[in-house]
C-alpha cells in the first residue's frame, strides 16, 4: 500500500514536471515569435493553449527565461548577430556614460534579446538632472519617462528614465541614487537582485563569445 503511494505520488511528480516544462517552452515560443514581453502574460497564455490550467504546473519567470534563450539558439539564429551587435552597442554606451557608474541589465545581458529589445542601462547619481545634461551636451534627444523600481523587499520607488535611439538602436536608461550601485535593485522576473554588468564584466562576456565562436569554427 505505502509501495503504491510512493508510486502515485512520483508519477504525479513526474506529470507536474513534464507539464512545467511543458508550459516553459510554449511562453518561451510566445514570447519569440508573438512579440509578448511579459513572463506573466506568456505563462498564462501559454497555459490557455496547452489547457493546463494547475498552479503547480505553472513554471517559474527563470525557467521560461532559459527556455526563451534556448528557443532562440535554436530557432532564431539571427539573433545572435541581435546580440552580439547590442552588447557591443552597450560596451560603447558603458564607456560613455562612465561618470554615473552604469550598468548593463535586461536581456542584452541575460542573453535573451532580440530585434525588439532596447540596451538597458542603469546610471547611478544623485543629481536626476545630471544625464539628462549630459544627454543635450552631446546632442542627444531623448524622451523623459518614469519606472517603479523595488530597490530591496521593503522599498521601491519612481525614478527617472530617458530613452533614445542611437546607431539604429533603442537605447533605456533608468537614474538611480548612488547607493544603489553598493545593491542591485529587484529583478520584475524572479524577485532576487538583478544581475548587471559594468564595462570590465561586458568586456569578459565578448571576449567569451569571441572564444566560443573560434572553437565552435574549429570543430
Request: proline share 5%.
Amino acid at each position: 500500500m505505502r509501495h503504491a503511494r510512493q508510486h502515485a505520488q512520483q508519477h504525479a511528480e513526474t506529470r507536474t514536471s513534464e507539464r512545467r516544462r511543458s508550459l516553459a517552452h510554449e511562453a518561451a515560443r510566445l514570447m519569440a515569435e508573438g512579440g509578448i514581453r511579459d513572463y506573466h502574460q506568456a505563462k498564462l497564455k501559454a497555459a490557455q493553449r496547452l489547457g493546463i490550467f494547475d498552479d503547480a504546473s505553472l513554471p517559474r519567470n527563470r525557467e521560461i527565461e532559459d527556455a526563451l534563450r534556448e528557443y532562440q539558439r535554436l530557432f532564431q539564429r539571427d539573433n545572435v548577430i541581435e546580440l552580439h551587435q547590442r552588447r557591443e552597442a552597450a560596451l560603447r554606451a558603458l564607456e560613455f556614460f562612465a561618470e554615473f557608474d552604469p550598468r548593463l541589465v535586461g536581456p542584452v545581458l541575460e542573453g535573451t534579446a532580440d530585434a525588439r529589445s532596447a540596451v538597458a542601462l542603469h546610471l547611478h547619481s544623485d543629481d536626476p538632472e545630471a544625464v539628462h545634461r549630459h544627454l543635450e551636451q552631446h546632442a542627444i534627444p531623448a524622451e523623459s519617462r518614469t519606472r517603479r523600481v523595488r530597490l530591496d523587499r521593503e522599498r521601491s520607488d519612481d525614478f527617472p528614465v530617458w530613452v533614445f535611439s542611437a546607431e539604429g538602436l533603442p537605447f533605456d536608461l533608468t537614474v538611480l541614487p548612488r547607493d544603489v550601485v553598493r545593491q542591485a535593485p529587484l529583478s520584475g522576473i524572479d524577485e532576487k537582485p538583478m544581475r548587471r554588468a559594468s564595462a570590465a564584466q561586458l568586456r569578459q562576456v565578448l571576449a567569451d563569445e569571441e572564444i566560443a565562436g573560434y572553437e565552435a569554427g574549429r570543430d
